[in-house]
């Protein structure tokens, strides 16, 4: 089967098309004819060695795909031809894929496969964020930054599912308006959002999203409101920014590390419950990943360096499969 392999650590043009053996399903595991794959940040730094879970070369790159179930193995609770999407964190850049079943969710018909190709990670890291590790509540207030990129534009769609108050942070006006069409309750630019955002709520925001990080994360403490969390989902700003934690002490504000990933490594059976609770918004649309452009697998080079160059607004998707 021909699928996107990292044989050096030397960034995403080195990438190639390769023939590779296909897999074989396990118990409790299936074989995915992959239509989509979503393409994320880990995938920009794995091709670099930059990424903290490391796969030893040559690897198939590829972390999140949908598609059809094409073989089931021992005890699967899956069936041949079942719409599915999966997130394996290693291997999804190929034309099969084998998964865990607790890493595999059943797709609703209403959903098409390019989309689901792109929900698995951010929005479940999203819902992760803001539902399980923050406890948010309808009413309450999120600041998104990185609003327009894939993870921010889903914490975007799942904050409006969760019946928040979404402040989106944008770089441009094409990302402006890019949020606007997902219905962000207000949007602002990163060139001064503490202050627009302290005139849009001048208690502060209850929560703050961030996979920024840089030199925003100091004024993101600023704008929480009393008893706020700032959300630290990673730093795609390149900085790994410091705090002095007296700031944390003068408005009793937290800030919470969120690793979705390490989550559901110490608990299986965390993807099928976030499932669960998002399943009525995925097929109602409501959770529908904006598609920034679609590239065949052949130019998954190209698609990856769409990433590095941060001009990304919703999800890069590869096309596996004849749609």
């Not at 770089?171 to 955002?197: I, M, N, P, W």
């Not at 925001?205 to 920024?212: A, E, G, S």
């Not at 730093?235 to 934690?245: C, L, Y």
Request: aromatic share 4%; net charge negative; charged share 20%.
């Amino acid at each position: 089967m021909k699928a996107i392999r990292v044989t050096a650590l030397t960034g995403p043009d080195d990438v190639e098309l390769a023939e590779v053996e296909r897999p074989s399903p396990g118990p409790e595991q299936v074989l995915i004819e992959v239509a989509c794959a979503g393409v994320t940040f880990p995938e920009l730094l794995q091709t670099r060695g930059l990424y903290q879970t490391k796969h030893e070369l040559p690897f198939v790159l590829g972390s999140e795909a949908s598609g059809i179930v094409a073989e089931a193995g021992p005890g699967s609770r899956f069936s041949v031809g079942d719409r599915v999407a999966a997130i394996t964190g290693v291997g999804t850049f190929a034309e099969y894929l084998v998964a865990d079943d607790a890493s595999t969710m059943a797709l609703p018909d209403t959903v098409g496969l390019a989309q689901s190709a792109g929900i698995p990670m951010n929005v479940l890291t999203a819902d992760f964020a803001l539902r399980v590790r923050a406890g948010a509540r309808p009413g309450q207030s999120v600041l998104v930054h990185g609003a327009a990129g894939g993870l921010g534009s889903a914490a975007v769609q799942v904050g409006l599912a969760m019946g928040l108050e979404v402040v989106a942070v944008v770089s441009t006006e094409a990302k402006a308006e890019a949020v606007q069409g997902l219905g962000a309750t207000h949007v602002v630019r990163a060139d001064g959002f503490k202050d627009a955002a302290k005139e849009i709520c001048p208690r502060g925001v209850d929560y703050v999203f961030d996979p920024v990080g840089g030199d925003r994360f100091t004024d993101s403490t600023r704008v929480l409101a009393p008893f706020g969390r700032l959300l630290v989902l990673g730093f795609t700003a390149g900085e790994i920014p410091s705090i002095k934690v007296n700031r944390l002490l003068l408005k009793n504000i937290s800030v919470d590390g969120v690793a979705w990933g390490a989550a559901t490594l110490g608990d299986p059976t965390l993807i099928a419950r976030q499932w669960e609770a998002l399943r009525e918004h995925v097929a109602a649309g409501r959770l529908s990943p904006l598609i920034h452009a679609r590239y065949p697998l052949a130019e998954a080079a190209s698609a990856i360096r769409e990433l590095d160059d941060r001009s990304v607004m919703g999800k890069v998707v590869l096309d596996v499969a004849d749609q």
